[in-house]
């Protein structure tokens, strides 16, 4: 397995005309590893996919792509990086195979390798089918079908999940695994956070095209502060037993930060003989919120 980085972004900044579109963002995918790309509407997140395709040169900064400098290579196309993009629009008069095997010709991939990915993704009984008798969710597989046609080593998938029902997204999450797997570095764009949550190694949050937060997940956790709520059906009678819990007592929970997580848990376990808990760690969504407001109080105060 290829080890080094998928892409290397450093201080890149973007400029459309007078308006900064990006500004000092610098990140890093391994290979092997899922970034998250987070933002609202306008944030930047496009313009960054963009730059790592090779289709907008930024105003400034660095970006390399499977260790290569985009912008100086003769034949960009021989890099292996698959795209699937927000609202995949293909020509509808076109067969569900006609699609693919034209995508795979443009790659140099084999027919076999069309025939293997339309009965993965369950298109096979489709394949010969017009694309506008297909519903969105089948538009998406075969999108994201295209995108893995020559086995990137770089995936970038816009918003990949929308319009997919949990066990079509499940399974496309499966796919991701399984690419991660071979050393494929994977970047996704999305607005579904609760999705994406069990499926990223790392996050990066773009606000108004500056950096907000990056790290992995417990770094995003730690770094808002959030904390963990620990539920018992026992917490009551644990609070009698040992007054000095009351102290992270509230909305019938105890909230916990990392460092009070091992002393608590002890006194509970220990002390109290409490083994009936459930420990519920901050969402990304959660996470994700925190950050924005945070960005917004420090516009309002400056
Ligand atoms: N070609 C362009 N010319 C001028 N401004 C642009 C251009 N492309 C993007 N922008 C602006 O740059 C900002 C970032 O846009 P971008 O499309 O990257 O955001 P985004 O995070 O992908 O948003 P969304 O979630 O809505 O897709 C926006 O304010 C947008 O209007």
Not at 2 to 29: M, P
Not at 246 to 264: E, F, G, P
């Amino acid at each position: 397995m290829n080890s080094g980085l998928a892409v290397s972004a450093r201080n890149i900044r973007h400029q459309f005309a007078d308006f900064i579109a990006l500004q000092d963002v610098s990140f890093e995918v391994p290979r092997g590893q899922t970034m998250a790309l987070l933002g609202h509407n306008g944030a930047g997140k496009s313009t960054l996919i963009k730059i790592m395709l090779g289709l907008i040169k930024p105003s400034a900064g660095e970006v390399r792509v499977l260790e290569q400098n985009l912008f100086g290579l003769a034949k960009r196309a021989d890099l292996k990086i698959g795209y699937l993009p927000e609202n995949v629009s293909f020509y509808d008069k076109l067969t569900g195979k006609e699609i693919l095997s034209y995508f795979a010709a443009l790659k140099g991939v084999t027919s076999t390798r069309v025939k293997q990915l339309l009965q993965e993704f369950g298109l096979e009984y489709a394949q010969d089918r017009a694309l506008k008798t297909y519903s969105k969710g089948m538009k998406q597989r075969l999108g994201f079908a295209q995108a893995i046609l020559s086995d990137p080593e770089l995936l970038l998938l816009d918003e990949p999940t929308v319009g997919l029902d949990p066990v079509a997204s499940k399974f496309l999450y499966g796919k991701i695994a399984e690419l991660k797997q071979q050393g494929c570095g994977v970047i996704v764009c999305t607005h579904e956070l609760s999705l994406i949550e069990n499926n990223i190694d790392i996050g990066l949050i773009l606000a108004k095209g500056q950096v907000l937060a990056q790290g992995s997940l417990a770094d995003l956790r730690n770094g808002s502060g959030l904390k963990t709520r620990l539920t018992s059906p026992q917490l009551k009678d644990a609070i009698v037993q040992r007054p000095e819990l009351a102290a992270w007592y509230q909305d019938d929970a105890l909230l916990l930060d990392t460092q009070s997580k091992t002393q608590v848990l002890k006194l509970l376990t220990q002390e109290c003989q409490v083994f009936d808990f459930s420990l519920q760690q901050p969402a990304l969504t959660e996470i994700y919120h925190f950050y924005m407001g945070r960005c917004a109080q420090v516009e309002e105060v400056s």
